[in-house]
T-cell receptor, first 115, second 116 residues
Framework: AQTVTQSQPEMSVQEAETVTLSCTYD???????LFWYKQPPSRQMILVIR??????QNATENRFSVNFQKAAKSFSLKISDSQLGDAAMYFC????????????FGAGTILRVKS | KAGVTQTPRYLIKTRGQQVTLSCSPI?????VSWYQQTPGQGLQFLFE???????NKGNFPGRFSGRQFSNSRSEMNVSTLELGDSALYLC???????????????FGPGTRLTVL
C-alpha cells in the first residue's frame, strides 16, 4: 500500500523568507502523480502544485516549487517570498493511475507566517 | 462556473442515527470522491464514483455507503452513527478518470458532522 509521510507537524517562516516543507512516500509503482494541497482555516482544499513521476524536471508555480527526488521517494515544497496568505495546513498527496482519482494524503504540516 | 457544493455544511446527530450528505460536482465533471478528515486519522479516502459506478473504495466499514446519480451528484450515507464518525467530510470532483495528472480534483467546502 502506498503511504505518504510528512515529518514536520508545524513550521514557521518570517514574511518574505523561504521555507521548505518535507514529504516522503512509499510505493512500488513507477507511474504516479504527486501533489501539494493547501488547506487554509476556511477548510477549502486548494491545489498548489503537481508533479508527474515520469518528469525529471521539477514543477514550479510562481513562488512555489518542488524538489522531486524519485529514487529517494522525496517530494519537498519550497515557498519563496512567503506571504501572510500562505499560512495554512499543507498536505502532500499521492495518486496512482491504477486507482482512479484516489488520493493518499500525508498527515499535513501547519505553516505559520510571522510578520 | 460554480464550484463544488456540499450540503449541509454543518450537521449534529446522535449515536445510532443515520445521516446523508450531498455533493454537487462542477458542471461536466463525472467523478466524485469522498474523504473523511479527523484530527486523529487525517484525510482518508472513502470512495470514488464515476458515471454512477463505484470505482474505488477505502477501508471503511459497511456503514459508510454512497451513490451517484445520472447528473453526477453524489450522496454518502452513514448508518448507525458512532462518536468516532464526527469529522469533516470532503468531496472532490474531477472531469475524468484519473489517468492524467491534469485531471485536477476540485474540493468542496466540506460538511462538518458532529455525533453526540
Amino acid at each position: 500500500a502506498q503511504t505518504v509521510t510528512q515529518s514536520q507537524p508545524e513550521m514557521s517562516v518570517q514574511e518574505a523568507e523561504t521555507v521548505t516543507l518535507s514529504c516522503t512516500y512509499d510505493t512500488s509503482e513507477s507511474d504516479y502523480y504527486l501533489f501539494w494541497y493547501k488547506q487554509p482555516p476556511s477548510r477549502q482544499m486548494i491545489l498548489v502544485i503537481r508533479q508527474e513521476a515520469y518528469k525529471q524536471q521539477n514543477a514550479t508555480e510562481n513562488r512555489f516549487s518542488v524538489n522531486f527526488q524519485k529514487a529517494a521517494k522525496s517530494f519537498s515544497l519550497k515557498i519563496s517570498d512567503s506571504q501572510l496568505g500562505d499560512a495554512a495546513m499543507y498536505f502532500c498527496a499521492y495518486r496512482s493511475p491504477l486507482y482512479g482519482n484516489k488520493l493518499v494524503f500525508g498527515a499535513g504540516t501547519i505553516l505559520r507566517v510571522k510578520s | 462556473k460554480a464550484g463544488v457544493t456540499q450540503t449541509p455544511r454543518y450537521l449534529i446527530k446522535t449515536r445510532g442515527q443515520q445521516v446523508t450528505l450531498s455533493c454537487s460536482p462542477i458542471s461536466g465533471h463525472r467523478s466524485v470522491s469522498w474523504y473523511q478528515q479527523t484530527p486523529g486519522q487525517g484525510l482518508q479516502f472513502l470512495f470514488e464514483y464515476f458515471s454512477e459506478t463505484q470505482r474505488n473504495k477505502g477501508n471503511f466499514p459497511g456503514r459508510f455507503s454512497g451513490r451517484q446519480f445520472s447528473n453526477s451528484r453524489s450522496e454518502m450515507n452513514v448508518s448507525t452513527l458512532e462518536l468516532g464518525d464526527s469529522a469533516l467530510y470532503l468531496c472532490a470532483s474531477s472531469p475524468g478518470q484519473g489517468s492524467s495528472s491534469y485531471n485536477e480534483q476540485f474540493f468542496g467546502p466540506g460538511t462538518r458532522l458532529t455525533v453526540l
